[in-house]
């Protein structure tokens, strides 16, 4: 894999999701798990992955303390993973929930992974690594892994509801997002 790359004066403190059971990215996971692989079982392949994702421990445990440290009110913050549209998307989602940020509003921002920045040059780059993994993929194949579909952010909502009866009970029991956390994240990370 590709390490990531800092300056040698790089002082920032990382947090990340240390995975015990050692498993790849969604969209890694994804294009391992048939040998034929089509656009159409990807997207069945992500969608799986997606209704998993939030009960994940490391990334919770990585979103929680990503969390805390936003409130800690301590500086800027970069979120950041192979692809940034899984874990990173699924991070984000959870940042805007707990500060208020509407539903479709935060869906449209996740969407944002498919037209923001240089599109071509994230699939070239993420193509390399994935098919380093995975094997030959046909583009279209490629594509799907490295994009989003509003089906998928929908589909991890559905299974926080089916698990814990609403996204702000999952933000309060298992992200530890408090009332009184939410109102500092809004006093950090909002203008009023």
Known sequence: MHPCRRPSDFAARIAFAADPQVRHAPHLAAAQTARHRTAQSTRESLRLNYSRICARPELQAMIRGWLDE??????????????GKDRTGIAVAMLHAALGVHRDDIMADY????SAGDVEARIASGAETIRAITGQLDDAVLRVLMGV???YLETAWSAIDESHGSLDVYLEQV???????????REVLTQH
């Open 175 to 185: 992200l530890e997002v408090t009332p009184q956390k939410r109102e500092r994240l």
């Open 111 to 114: 969407l944002l992974t498919n």
């Open 70 to 83: 936003l409130a800690s009110g301590s500086g800027p913050s970069l979120v950041n993973c192979m692809a």
């Open 149 to 151: 579909e509003a089906e």
